[in-house]
């Protein structure tokens, strides 16, 4: 089918349709994740006391619990976007975040924190020694070392990405069932979720550099602390509107239909495969 072979640049197109055409739903979610960075930053840089600064890690131990209630919560918006009106589609937009991608967020948090130890030390110090300007030294050196960090961790997330649609819809593949299943897109998923995280690590970087360079402010490290979740939202929405319609395809899923449809889950055959 052509749906299977559209390349990612193109699923990637759906995606920002699908962003653009859903404003009400992103920013509903979006905002109050944005809002809370900035306040939580605008505290931490007010604080006096230099033990509220340890927790920190706590603080990122939440964004991402957050961040995996909002893929879930996109997941479903984009595989029951299509779906006619009934109550096992209501059931299921209502439902809580799935354990298990809570779990995941669990397990990868303190994968990445473990990983953190790989970071390259010293890469914007030599920037600085060749003379380099200070947003090559501060982007450059950010996205050098965390480089290997990254890259690890988000190969071992594209292992695990095509069974997240299924935990969102309370139809839950085994691991070795989505990973047979994702073969003919394979390929596409670990393009889709390395791509995602080097542009969330880009999208650090820049806000490294911004605190550079603006004025040393409270509002200014809340300002951009808070763009920063946005920006991870968006990269989220689409990286799960992409993994959705991956999800369809491959693994035959369709929403529910309501019990009164005449000919209900019936599906026709293109032409060419009628024949």
């Known amino acids: 089918m052509a ?96 354990v298990r991608l809570l779990l995941l967020a669990i397990v990868l948090f303190g994968f990445g924190a473990a990983l953190s130890r790989l970071q390259l030390l010293g890469v914007a110090a ?50 070795a069932r989505a990973w047979r299943l994702s073969q003919p897109a394979r390929s596409r998923i670990f393009g889709l979720v390395t791509g995602t995280a080097l542009l969330a690590l880009l999208v650090y970087a820049l806000t490294e550099w911004g605190l550079e360079v603006l004025p040393q402010k409270a509002w200014v490290t809340a300002a951009m602390e808070g763009g920063q979740r946005l920006a991870d939202c968006l990269l989220l929405a689409i990286a799960g509107h992409v993994l959705a319609a991956l999800y369809r395809v491959h693994a035959d899923w369709d929403p529910p239909e309501p019990e009164e449809r005449p000919f209900r889950r019936m599906r026709l055959r293109p032409p060419s495969a009628s024949r």
């Open 3 to 98: 749906r299977e072979r559209r390349s990612l640049f193109f699923l990637i197109i759906d995606a920002i349709a699908f962003w653009l055409r859903h404003q009400a739903v992103f920013w509903l979610l979006a905002l109050p994740i944005a809002g809370l960075a900035a306040a939580v930053a605008y505290i931490l840089d007010r604080s006096q006391q230099p033990s509220f600064h340890n927790y920190r890690w706590g603080w990122q131990f939440l964004y991402a619990l957050i961040y995996a209630m909002f893929l879930d919560r996109w997941l479903k918006e984009s595989l029951l976007d299509d779906a006619a009106p009934c109550e096992e589609v209501d059931d299921l937009r209502r439902a809580l975040v799935p």
């Open 126 to 175: 030599t920037f600085a020694r060749w003379g380099a300007p200070i947003w090559l030294t501060v982007i450059g050196g950010t996205v050098l070392a965390w480089l290997p960090h990254v890259m690890l961790w988000a190969t071992c997330l594209a292992l695990l990405a095509f069974a997240m649609p299924s935990w969102s819809v309370a139809a839950p593949l085994s691991l």
